[in-house]
């Protein structure tokens, strides 16, 4: 991982499109049919790379340079950290889906939380006003229904940056949930499992393996199969693949600005256990401030979320909802420890 010189910048950017066709033959693989050199040319504009790849009967996950991508027959989510610049893969995603593939964009989601080192961030990154003029001049005039906001907590240090716009004010194409946890301040021996040994020898992959293993995340959901990556000298992400649903964590360790991301997405009916998993994440990074946001048609999701962690030392600490035209309701709280890290 590439360092901004006032140090990495773990939060995450994130984007999600969707795309449409009148072929149903299309529909089968869709966008998991474009040409690796276009999704390389793609990131080359982000500024990031593959580093490991896995796919199944559903879609493609690709451990980037820099967190994560995505890829189903109808939607895309790409999740970049750092200096990437996220926002620079819209134009080409949309210019290859239509011209090799037929399919047109329907549906477009952008979130991410406050940057810790926010002049940084290259252009269009630079404010949030910045990335939303980007995207509205990106996007085609078809989308015509948009929504920007910023969703606040109790902490000037917080808050959720959300903007989406989609064809048809009524549609909802996300019949599931998205669960996005943001982390900082870690507990450092915790951390420091994600630090790899000097001159150990190992491929990115092997010392990946043995991070998930010691650090408890293999337990998150068994079920899934894990793709995982150790940077060197440290750093960690791993992809999970459970059926049709993803989990994903990224990890920058460092004292002073460490950070730790989880998020999965999943459906009322699926088998993930959402208190389970919010129970393990906390176990695993222990964090001194985490948010959670969760984005859903209904309430079962975010309502488990307090009563998950709390009784891990947790204080819901400030909650904010909204609604937005293609995703329902953003549900978006903070938490931290009830008592300071040296009562520990």
């Known amino acids: 991982m590439a360092f901004a010189f006032s140090g990495f910048e773990g939060f995450e950017k994130r984007l999600e499109l969707h795309f449409f066709c009148d072929d149903p033959a299309m529909l089968q693989l869709g966008l998991r049919k474009l040409d690796f050199d276009c999704i390389q040319q793609t990131l080359q504009e982000v500024q990031c790379t593959v580093v490991s790849a896995v796919g199944n009967s559903y879609f493609d996950a690709y451990v980037l340079s820099e967190s994560s991508l995505f890829v189903y027959p109808t939607k895309i989510i790409i999740k970049t950290c750092g200096t990437t610049q996220l926002l620079k893969s819209m134009t080409p995603l949309i210019f290859y889906a239509h011209t090799h593939l037929g399919l047109t964009l329907s549906s477009c989601r952008y979130t991410r939380g406050t940057f810790i080192f926010p002049l940084s961030q290259p252009f269009p990154h630079t404010s949030f006003n910045d990335e939303v003029t980007y ?42 949930y998205t669960l996005e946890i943001c982390m900082t301040d870690l507990d450092p021996l915790l951390a420091g499992k994600f630090f790899r040994r000097p001159g150990d020898g190992r491929s990115g992959d092997s010392a990946g393996r043995e991070m998930t293993e010691l650090t408890g995340i293999d337990g998150i959901n068994p079920h899934a199969l894990v793709c995982d990556f150790a940077f060197d000298p440290c750093g960690y992400s791993m992809n999970g693949m459970d059926g049709e649903w993803y989990s994903t964590i990224h990890v920058t360790p460092e004292e002073g600005y460490s950070y730790a991301s989880f998020e999965c997405v999943g459906s009322r009916s699926s088998d993930v256990d959402v208190v389970h998993v919010l129970r393990k994440v906390v176990q695993i990074f222990r964090p001194g401030t985490m948010s959670v ?3 859903s048609l209904g309430n079962e999701v975010w309502r488990k979320v307090a009563g998950a962690v709390e009784p ?10 909204d609604q937005f035209p293609d995703s329902g309701s953003v549900v978006f709280q903070t938490f931290s420890p009830l008592r300071r890290k040296s009562g520990h």
């Not at 969703?151 to 064809?167: E, N």
């Not at 891990?312 to 909802?321: E, P």
């Open 135 to 176: 995207i509205e001049a990106t996007l085609p005039p078809n989308l015509c229904f948009r929504k920007a906001s910023i969703m606040p907590s109790k902490s000037s240090s917080h808050a959720w940056h959300v903007f989406t716009a989609t064809t048809d004010s009524h549609a909802l194409y996300h019949h599931n």
């Open 293 to 295: 946001s969760t984005t």
């Open 312 to 321: 891990m030392g947790m204080k819901l600490r400030s909650c904010a909802m």
